[in-house]
């Protein structure tokens, strides 16, 4: 009988891991040998970043060029598998002035939740005298983090009041220098536990980083000069902002445009992108409206400028950066040296694929960009060997039909 209760997988070899696999789906030794094909990324490591690995996944490594960001010049990594988004940043960034960017610094916020404490309004004035105390507590469980310049450094208080009683929320406020930040606060928020629930006299529970990183964020700007992009142009890409910006569907994929791009460069350097989702969502909401994370404007001149801000807990250290060999050669290739660096890149990438998208959508629509690469993957879909994908997607192109059903008929009538 088909059972997913295989005990102990994890310590099974890879050879059994793939017997199990092989019955459960019924592969075949073709498929089973396309899950033994490795890249970069070998079993082994594979092996020692998740649990329970059967082989890896791979996705296109593109590269985004010409772009321009604080008066540096940039070859930018991008891993994802969606068609048109790497030729898009290209020439947003082409058409672009360059970007200017700025990250804050980076503090990420560990929050702990605090139940059962008698006075609760009370007991949140006593963390916060308790400052110094907490923040030298959580700072000796990371030295390393320390000598970097980073740690805790402010504990917030507040109260909750909720459908299960009142409830002590406490903010761990943590420099987190070049790391993402998460195993690093978590830790510090689980060190310092014990003494708030001292001071409480409540029961901590909640002991996790937010990725709502409010206090750590990224702004990036450009200007597209009237001349490049044409009056006409900018004024229907002002149209299409005052749309994302009024309506919330419109909102939503504005906002997933906007992370085709950061998304790529996140999973390039091996950081974690829903991570980075996550706190650009919630940050997109964060006055109670869900909006764009970028705005649109006029210059004195007339150039259109772009501008876009957005959380990015993304790091050098720690995670997967160091240990997947892409990502250590994907971030050699920035040739960035610090978190902030690399967030200024990511917000900057953001800007021009929304930036791309805008123009795209406002003038001859995204279809016509898309199709090329559409219609070859149409053309695979529908089994086109190598040497028949490049004629079997122009045909549909030329032909405006561009399906799977009559992809078929060509390769049929070719054969
Ligand atoms: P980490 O703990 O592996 O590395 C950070 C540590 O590296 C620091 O604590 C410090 O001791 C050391 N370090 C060395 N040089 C440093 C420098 N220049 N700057 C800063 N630190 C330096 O990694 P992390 O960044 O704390 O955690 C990231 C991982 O946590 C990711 O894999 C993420 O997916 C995962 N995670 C995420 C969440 C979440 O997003 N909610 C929750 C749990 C875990």
Request: with cysteine.
């Amino acid at each position: 009988m088909r059972t997913s209760h295989v005990s102990k997988f994890y310590k099974k070899t890879l050879q059994e891991r793939l017997a199990i696999l092989k019955e459960f789906a019924e592969l075949n030794d073709e498929e089973i040998s396309q899950l033994e094909k490795y890249g970069a990324l070998d079993f082994e490591m594979a092996d020692r970043m998740i649990e329970n690995v059967v082989g890896t996944f791979q996705l296109p490594l593109g590269l985004a060029t010409n772009f321009k960001i604080n008066r540096k010049e940039f070859l930018i990594p991008f891993a994802l598998e969606e068609p048109s988004v790497v030729a898009a940043a290209s020439n947003a960034a082409k058409l672009s002035e360059g970007f200017e960017a700025k990250a804050s610094e980076p503090i990420m916020i560990g929050q702990i939740q605090i139940v059962g404490s008698q006075n609760p309004e009370k007991t949140a004035e006593a963390i916060k005298e308790k400052e110094k105390e907490l923040t030298e507590k959580a700072n000796s469980v990371d030295s390393v983090l320390v000598k970097f310049g980073g740690g805790a450094k402010k504990v917030e208080a507040s109260v909750m009041e909720t459908s299960r009683g009142k409830m002590i929320k406490v903010h761990l406020l943590v420099d987190v220098r070049d790391a993402m930040g998460a195993n690093a606060v978590n830790t510090m928020c689980e060190r310092i536990s014990p003494e708030l629930e001292k001071i409480t006299g409540g029961e901590v529970r909640l002991r996790i980083i937010t990725n709502l990183a409010v206090y750590r964020t990224v702004k990036a700007t450009s200007v597209w000069k009237k001349e490049t992009l044409g009056e006409n142009a900018i004024e229907k890409i002002l149209d299409a902002y005052e749309f994302a910006a009024n309506d919330v569907y419109r909102a939503c994929t504005h906002n997933k445009g906007i992370m085709n791009g950061i998304d790529a460069v996140v999973v390039a350097t091996g950081n974690d992108f829903r991570a980075v989702e996550a706190g650009a969502h919630a940050f997109a909401s964060i006055t109670g409206k869900y909006l764009p994370l970028t705005k649109y404007y006029k210059n004195d001149s007339g150039d259109l400028v772009g501008e876009i801000e957005l959380p990015l807990a993304i790091g050098l250290v720690g995670g997967a950066t160091r240990t997947h060999p892409l990502a250590k050669i994907n971030i050699k290739l920035l040739g960035v040296k610090t978190a902030n660096e690399l967030s200024e890149i990511i917000a900057s990438v953001g800007l021009a694929q929304n930036f791309a998208a805008l123009r795209a959508l406002a003038t001859e629509g995204i279809q016509k960009g898309h199709m090329k690469l559409h219609a070859k993957n149409i053309a695979i879909q529908a089994g086109a060997k190598e040497n028949q994908i490049d004629s079997v997607a122009d045909q549909m192109s030329k032909e405006g039909n561009i399906s799977v059903t009559r992809a078929k008929e060509i390769i049929e009538g070719s054969k």
